[in-house]
C-alpha cells in the first residue's frame, strides 16, 4: 500500500532552519508530482510546496523565499529545507502526492524560543 514516512521535525529557535525528509513506497514515485503540506493547531491543512515529476516548483506565498522542495527519484525521497523560521511555520508536516493519497504520521515542527 502506500505509504509515506516523515521525519526531520522538532524544536527551533525563530531564524534556524530544519530540514525535512519524506520517503515513499507503493508508488512509482517518479511518476508523482509530490508535496509537502502543514496542518497548524485548530486549522486546516494547507499545501506549501510542491514539485512535478519534472522538477518545477511552486512555493504558497507565506513560504516563498524561505523554504525549498527537492526530491531524489533514486531514493523516493523529497525534502524540504526550511531556513528563517518563524512561530507561525509552527505545524505537523506532512508529505503526499500532489494531489494526495493517504496521510503518513507527519512530523512536528515548533518554533519558539
Known amino acids: 500500500q502506500v505509504q509515506f514516512v516523515e521525519s526531520g521535525g522538532g524544536l527551533v529557535q525563530p531564524g534556524g532552519s530544519l530540514r525535512l525528509s519524506c520517503t515513499a513506497s507503493?508508488?512509482?514515485?517518479?511518476?508523482?508530482?509530490m508535496g509537502w503540506y502543514r496542518q497548524a493547531p485548530g486549522k486546516q491543512r494547507v499545501l506549501v510546496a510542491v514539485?512535478?515529476?519534472?522538477?518545477?516548483?511552486n512555493y504558497a506565498d507565506s513560504v516563498k523565499g524561505r523554504f525549498t522542495i527537492s526530491r531524489d527519484n533514486a531514493k523516493s525521497t523529497v525534502y524540504l529545507q526550511m531556513n528563517s523560521l518563524q512561530p507561525e511555520d509552527t505545524a505537523v508536516y506532512y508529505c503526499?502526492?500532489?494531489?494526495?493519497?493517504?496521510w503518513g504520521q507527519g512530523t512536528q515542527v515548533t518554533v519558539s524560543s
Open positions: 514539485i512535478t515529476s519534472g522538477g518545477s516548483t
Open positions: 507503493g508508488i512509482i514515485f517518479s511518476s508523482y508530482a
Open positions: 503526499n502526492t500532489a494531489p494526495p493519497m493517504s
